[in-house]
């Protein structure tokens, strides 16, 4: 079993930054692929950002790449969100998650931090 806990959210006025943590316990494997997604006000929860565990790949969507950075600390089991140049937009409940399976689904979820950008 896998559980995530998020941390770092919070109030930033635009321009900002913020960093987002989610620390996991629980046995994770190389194949494994860690999430952050986000869910804004009234709207469907939306990919964000994506790393494989093994250390090789990262993804970003277009709303924030070059703005957003996805990380791992593999030794203490933790993911970040660097988060520069932040938007009203971006203003959502953020979430980390954990894909076990390639391809597969988001199996594992966190309860989410609350980012808050003020124009």
């Known amino acids: 079993q896998v559980q995530l806990l998020e941390s770092g959210g919070g109030l930033v006025q635009a321009g900002g930054s913020l960093r987002l943590s989610c620390a996991i316990s629980g046995r994770i494997f190389a194949t494994y692929t860690m999430g952050w997604f986000r869910q804004p006000p009234g709207k469907e929860r939306e990919f964000v950002a994506s790393?494989?565990?093994?250390?090789?790949?990262?993804n970003h969507a277009n709303s924030v790449r070059g703005r957003f950075t996805i990380s791992e600390d593999r030794a203490n089991n933790m993911v970040y969100l660097q988060m520069n140049d932040l938007k009203p937009e971006d203003t959502a409940v953020y979430y980390c998650?954990?894909?076990?399976?390639?391809?597969?689904?988001?199996?594992?979820w966190g309860q989410g931090t609350q980012v808050t950008v003020s124009s």
């Open positions: 998650g954990v894909r076990p399976v390639f391809g597969g689904q988001y199996e594992y």
């Open positions: 790393l494989t565990w093994s250390g090789g790949n990262t």
